[in-house]
């Protein structure tokens, strides 16, 4: 492809606005404030699988409510450390009382103290030899680089569909870690790969830190972290409704030319992707990688809500307002049609003391990845849903919210399967040449806000290192 001219020339283009790219563009501009690093972002809006918005509450105030990423580990340490560095608080998720589980059969049980499963013995003892299995093999998994791990290439190379299937003796078993893996990650188990989970395990503290450790939310929201970076990294760097369409090697002048859907070409001596894999497959690679790229899977979406409350009624009444539905979320994986929606709740309360609950529905399963949102089409609609079995669980008074809120994460074709991915594509390597990956979506960096952090900071100190 010729390109006839250039829009820009720059140091760095990240390419993608979420939380691994901002944070990318805040590790470069820290090393050098002289750098010249410009973020294109394909939406209208920056943060990607960060969203916090604005609902009426009690009193007639108002405030912030996630309904993206919301709860940090306390174990995890890139994301902690750069929450001190941008000075912001964190405070605990409510967990006091009595946690709901709706079973197999659409039962709902309300138990205090643990949620325990009930199953009978020889698949709880499947359960636990999972339990063990994966507790020490995420002990050797190196969080400062995790291809340096033992048999690194082989867990990325293999799915927790088929991991779960070979450690189970039992469908009962089986049944138990397919959800426990799918509860984890809201994934099915055949899109997540053995290193993936492992590094979530380790980087969370452990198994045993899980249930304790994984419970603070932000002060104010998690947007606030995206809008402290950007004020770094500065708005006018960010250029949003950019979708990059190519990235070019113009190996002359030794840079990139990337070239954005609107027709811009902006030319970079580095260029970050920071954007999920099912995203990368449209991307154009000029030369290309001597790379077949496979058909990708279906990754499953999710439906986040919140709904505000004048008092949380449910905590009077002794629960915690948590509630786990094995049926919706084994539905999305199983043939189970009586199933869902509603696949998990918790107490949404604000900073500010304010009432809500917060969870979420299937969007669908992997068959039909979108039979519920192709039903319940409007906003008014999933929250007669919501309300309607929020009233089932907790009480009549969850038919009374002062506002509802929710956001569609649309189910994406090809977030991973590493193992077609990874002896093909060089994403385990953190650079190729002039390209840097980033992203929580780029194995082995797990679903989630460290792994965010953790790779944005890496392919910055990459590049820092190459311009040395
Ligand atoms: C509902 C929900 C709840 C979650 N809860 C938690 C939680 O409690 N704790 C936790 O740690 N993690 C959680 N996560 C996961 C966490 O939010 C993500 O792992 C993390 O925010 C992803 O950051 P990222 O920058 O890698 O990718 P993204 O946030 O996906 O950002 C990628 C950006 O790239 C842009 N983009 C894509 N293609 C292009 C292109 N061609 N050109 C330009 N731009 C492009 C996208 O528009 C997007 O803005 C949750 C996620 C969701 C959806």
Known sequence: MAYTGRDFDCDVVIVGAGLSGLTAAYTLLKHDSNLDVRILEASDRIGGEILTKT?????????????????????????????????????????????????????????????????????????????????????????????????????????????????????????????????????????????????????????????????????????????????????????????????????????????????????????????????????????????????????????????????????????????ISLLSILAQIRELPQAGPLAIVMDGESTNGHAALFGSLVTGNMRNPTWVTDKLKTMDERKAVVLTKLAEIFGRQAEQAIDYADHVWEPQEGVQEMSKFMDKFAFFSQSSGRVHWAGTHVSPWAGNMNGAVHSGILAANDIIEQMK
């Open 55 to 323: 609902l009426k509450c009690a009193n007639g105030e108002t405030d912030q409510f996630d309904l993206g990423a919301y709860h940090i580990p306390e174990k995890q340490k890139e994301i902690n450390d750069l929450l001190a560095e941008l000075d912001i608080q964190k405070y605990p998720q409510y967990e006091e009382g009595k946690k709901s589980l709706e079973l197999l059969d659409g039962q709902v049980k309300s138990v205090l103290g643990p949620i325990m499963m009930p199953v009978g013995i020889t698949a709880l003892l499947d359960l636990v030899s999972f339990f063990i299995k994966v507790g020490s093999a995420s002990n050797a998994i190196n969080l400062e680089n995790p291809q340096l791990s033992v048999n690194a290439a082989d867990l990325d190379g293999t799915s927790m569909e088929d991991f779960c299937k070979k450690t189970a003796w039992t469908t009962g078993g089986a049944d138990l870690m397919d959800m426990m893996v799918m509860a984890f990650h809201e994934r099915a188990p055949a899109h997540i790969s053995v290193m993936e989970h492992l590094y979530l395990i380790k980087s969370r503290g452990g198994l045993m830190a899980l249930e304790s450790g994984y419970n603070t939310k932000i002060k104010g929201g998690m947007y606030q972290v995206c809008q402290k970076l950007v004020a770094h990294i500065k708005e006018e760097n960010i250029h949003t409704r950019e979708k990059v369409v190519s990235i070019a090697q113009e190996d002359r002048l030794e840079r990139e030319l990337v070239r954005t859907q609107s027709g811009k070409v902006v030319s970079a001596k580095h260029v970050v992707v920071a954007v999920p894999l099912s995203n990368i497959a449209d991307l154009e690679f000029i030369p290309p990688f001597a790379i077949e790229m496979p058909a990708p899977p279906y990754t499953l979406g999710s439906i986040s809500f919140v709904a505000t409350y004048s008092q949380p009624f449910w905590r009077d009444a002794g629960f915690s307002g948590h509630f």
